[in-house]
C-alpha cells in the first residue's frame, strides 16, 4: 500500500488514505481527538457531529478510526451499581453521543479501547483511546 494524502480536516480530526498498488482507493484512517467534557456541551456535540458527517461523505468501503474520544462506553450503571474495578464497565456522556452515531450502529463495526497499567502504583489508568473498524 502507499500513502494517497493525508490531510487535516479540523483541528482534531485527521484522515490518512491509503492506496493499493493501482489508483483504487483501498483504506480511509480516521485520527480524531476529542474536546474534553470540560468544554462546552455544543462543542463537544460539533465534534461527533461533524466526525460523522466527515465518516459519511467518505466513500472509501473500509475505513478505521483512530482516536481520543474522551468516551467510556461500557454499559450504564446507577451510581450505586458503579464500583471501582474494571475500568471499561463504565460510561460517560460521551460514550453515550460515541454510541449514538449512525456508523456505529453498523454490526460490522467494532470498538476496542485500551487501558494500561500505571507505572507508579500498577493498576489500570482511565484511559479512553480507542479504535473503530
Known amino acids: 500500500m502507499n500513502i494517497g494524502s493525508s490531510e487535516h480536516l479540523t483541528t482534531r480530526i485527521g484522515r490518512l488514505r491509503l492506496q493499493r498498488c493501482g489508483s ?25 457531529m461533524y466526525s460523522e458527517k466527515l465518516y459519511r461523505e467518505d466513500h472509501i468501503f473500509d475505513k478505521v478510526i483512530i482516536g ?5 462506553i461500557g454499559p ?24 449514538s452515531l449512525s456508523w456505529r450502529q453498523k454490526p460490522s463495526m467494532v470498538t476496542d479501547n485500551s487501558t494500561c497499567q ?9 484511559s479512553v483511546e ?4
Open 24 to 48: 483504487a482507493p483501498a483504506l480511509t484512517v480516521f485520527v480524531a481527538y476529542a474536546p474534553t467534557s470540560s468544554y462546552d456541551e455544543d462543542e463537544v456535540g460539533a465534534f461527533y
Open 68 to 72: 481520543d474520544f474522551n468516551a467510556k
Open 76 to 99: 450504564r450503571r446507577t451510581p450505586e451499581e458503579l464500583h471501582i474495578g474494571t475500568y471499561d464497565l463504565q460510561w460517560n456522556e460521551q460514550g453515550d453521543m460515541l454510541s
Open 118 to 126: 500505571s507505572p507508579y502504583d500498577g493498576r489500570g489508568s482511565h
Open 130 to 133: 480507542s479504535t473503530i473498524m
